[in-house]
């Protein structure tokens, strides 16, 4: 999770950073942040909260100069400090750098104890601070090189945007884990940004992703250049198409909403159920709901009303918290539900507790069958590559079966979309990171290892 944006050569760097962030909000909502350079000092302004909170007319006042880098910050349980905001800005041996980071590196407490031991301080528990530790301590001359010395010291998921006081450097990892797009400002500027909405927002022309292993150097006065760091070994996330992207952002290609149709249809040719009424959990689950329901030839509708001024549901940490807020978020339509077996799907069950408290509300609305499905895999492993997933025992698929679980959560019938299903949904031509379905730690990790949930970002 988490958001990035990085804009070059554009007179209003800091407000087209702004509305980028602004546009990928979804990815992160704990703090937000954004850096500027203009050639002789670099300009921060972070903070707590949603965009709109953070940033006021003040912070653009100070915000100067022609390339801003920016960052949404997602919430992970018990760190969400102020001093875990991004971007992260430090002094060092060649003056000023800012650094925003989408992703997690499984090697950062190895890396980290090395630096300590080596006598390094730390202000937060974040990766990225690592980043800039290996930078500064680099015998290299010039920052690119510095950069590359880094590059080849982490490991795990990375979208990287770095900027120093003149120039601007982009590093996607040799995976392209998250994802990562390039595109062009209407005032001529470049913008790299973790999803293509935000181009959408700015009128930016969408130029193209950037590959995977590939660092793009941005400095004034010349059109930016590309350098391939790292042979690409290209593992797209598939929950960035299941859940996290919005709808309407494209990745290598592939429109986000088409994508969940189209495990919806799928999802209705594996697990088919009968059924009078298809009903989504929205937001997330509605355009998989659409193709279930277009699959099965059942009628849809949007019987469940989400109030939108509730954020996502895992944002609080507790469950306590996470109990009440389902309530606070979804209320049913009786009138639409009552009497009817009713479909329900969702784009994926993490903990079902979500599930749990849908299924009671369907049927205290009168529902006379709830038949849940779930537009992804089984997730039985923790994601170690950005994706804020609990740890293996909160993960309720990876100790109980479909049926124990519809059991559990009061559904006459549960199912999920197989392996095989979801990619080809999302085609075949593609080798994607499905460690949270299969437990393939191809960039390191491991199920045990600490992921995002505790230093992550
Ligand atoms: P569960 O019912 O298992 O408790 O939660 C599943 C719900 O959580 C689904 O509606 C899904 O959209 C949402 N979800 C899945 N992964 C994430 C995530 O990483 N962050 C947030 N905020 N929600 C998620
Ligand atoms: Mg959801």
């Known amino acids: 999770m988490c958001a990035i944006v990085g804009v070059y050569g554009s007179e209003n760097a800091a407000k087209n950073a702004y509305y980028a962030l602004f546009a990928m909000q979804h990815r992160g909502q704990e703090s937000s942040g954004i850096s500027t350079a203009n050639g002789s000092k670099i300009h921060l302004v972070k903070k707590r909260g949603l965009v709109t909170d953070v940033f006021d007319e003040q912070s653009f006042d100070a915000l100067k100069g022609r390339c801003a880098i920016g960052h949404n910050r997602y919430a992970t349980a018990g760190n969400d400090s102020l001093f875990d905001a991004q971007p992260v800005f430090a002094r060092y041996k060649l003056g000023e750098i800012s650094v925003a980071h989408n992703g997690n590196l499984v090697n950062k407490n190895e890396v980290r104890n090395r630096l300590i031991t080596r006598g390094a301080i730390f202000q937060t528990g974040m990766d990225t601070e690592n980043i800039v530790h290996l930078i500064a301590k680099s015998q290299e001359d010039a920052l690119i090189n510095r950069i590359k010395d880094m590059l080849k010291k982490i490991e ?77 070994d290209y593992h797209p996330c598939a929950f960035e198409y299941i859940y996290f992207a919005r709808p309407d952002s494209i990745i290598d290609g592939t429109n986000v909403y088409e994508s969940r149709l189209v495990m919806g249809k799928r999802l209705a040719k594996e697990k088919p159920c009968d059924v009078d009424l298809v009903l989504p959990v929205p937001d997330s689950g509605v355009a998989a709901a659409r193709g279930f329901a277009q699959g099965l030839g059942v009628p849809f509708e949007m019987a469940i009303v989400r109030n939108h001024y509730v954020g996502r549901t895992f944002i609080e940490p507790t469950q306590a918290i996470r109990n009440l807020k389902v309530k606070l978020k979804l209320s049913p339509i009786s009138s639409l539900i009552k009497g009817k077996r009713i479909a329900i799907i969702d784009d994926s069950l993490v903990r079902g507790t979500t599930s749990r408290q849908i299924v009671k509300m369907l049927k205290e609305a009168g529902a006379s069958e709830v038949h849940m499905r779930i537009a992804a895999p089984e997730i039985k492993y923790p994601c170690r590559y950005g994706i804020d997933t609990p740890t293996q025992t909160e993960l309720i698929s990876a100790s109980q079966t479909p049926q124990e679980i519809a059991q559990k959560i009061g559904a006459s019938s549960l199912g999920f979309l197989s392996i095989q299903g979801l990619v080809e949904s999302l085609g075949s031509h593609r080798q994607y990171s499905l460690v949270s379905f299969d437990g393939n730690y191809f960039a390191g990790g491991s199920a045990e290892s600490p992921g995002c949930n505790d230093l992550g970002t």
């Open 156 to 232: 795990g998921a990375y979208c990287l945007a770095i900027q120093s006081r003149s120039k601007m450097f982009v590093i996607r990892d040799r995976f392209g884990i998250r994802p990562l797009s390039l595109g062009k400002l209407p005032d001529g500027g470049w913008i790299v940004a973790s999803e293509t909405c935000a181009f959408d927002l700015l009128g930016a022309t969408f130029i193209r992703d950037v590959r995977p292993g590939e660092m793009l150097i941005f400095e004034e006065g010349c059109e930016p250049t590309s350098e391939q760091v790292f042979e690409p």
